[in-house]
């Protein structure tokens, strides 16, 4: 192998031995995996309802639209855990239990880039049991203003959260 210089290739540092002509050819091979690449996240939608059947939900700084908990699991994490724990990153609750309604995937769940890259979500959706905080954090939260809304005064939700809630509502009493 032979070193190769910062102009012959940006994704290895590395290449076979060989002409101009084989770096070339690897450098096309690579960019295939590099550039317009689809990733799969597994995620945890967290439904927090209260007594009165409101749904809690957080505004984005970044756009505006209104979200429901939800977050990235993290290498080696359970999926509940994950749920427990956005659940206190994002609001500052806890609960007693995590009960699993459903797991969510497709083309509908998906995010794409300007680069050309996609992402594709799996969400496991939970319905977070026993809050055991009444007031919700707001020194812990990540994003914007968090607040209970009634279902039929729901504001412009992000794509995802949209569906996720609609799935939600169907397989729930709420609606």
């Known amino acids: 192998m032979r070193k190769v210089s910062e102009s012959d290739c940006i994704y290895s540092d590395y290449a076979f031995e060989g002409g101009d002509e ?36 957080q505004e984005r700084a970044d756009d505006g639209l ?37 797991l969510l995937s497709g ?23 026993g809050i055991l905080y009444s007031e919700l954090n707001y020194s812990s939260m990540q994003e914007g203003p968090m607040r209970f809304f009634a279902l039929n005064e729901i504001p412009k939700l992000s794509p995802v959260t949209a569906r996720v809630l609609s799935d939600y509502l169907e397989l729930t009493e709420l609606n």
Do not use: C
């Open 22 to 57: 084989e770096v070339t050819s690897a450098k096309k091979d690579m960019a295939q995996y590099v550039a317009n690449k689809a990733m799969i996240t597994v995620k945890a939608a967290i439904a927090v309802v209260n007594d009165q059947g409101h749904i809690l939900l």
């Open 66 to 102: 209104w979200y429901m908990p939800l977050g990235v699991m993290k290498p080696g994490e359970m999926l509940e855990d994950t749920a427990y724990r956005e659940l206190w990153e994002e609001t500052g609750l806890t609960a007693e239990e995590m009960k699993f309604e459903r």
């Open 107 to 129: 083309p509908e769940f998906k995010r794409e880039f300007p680069s050309g890259d996609e992402e594709y979500y799996v969400i496991g959706v939970f319905r977070a049991q």
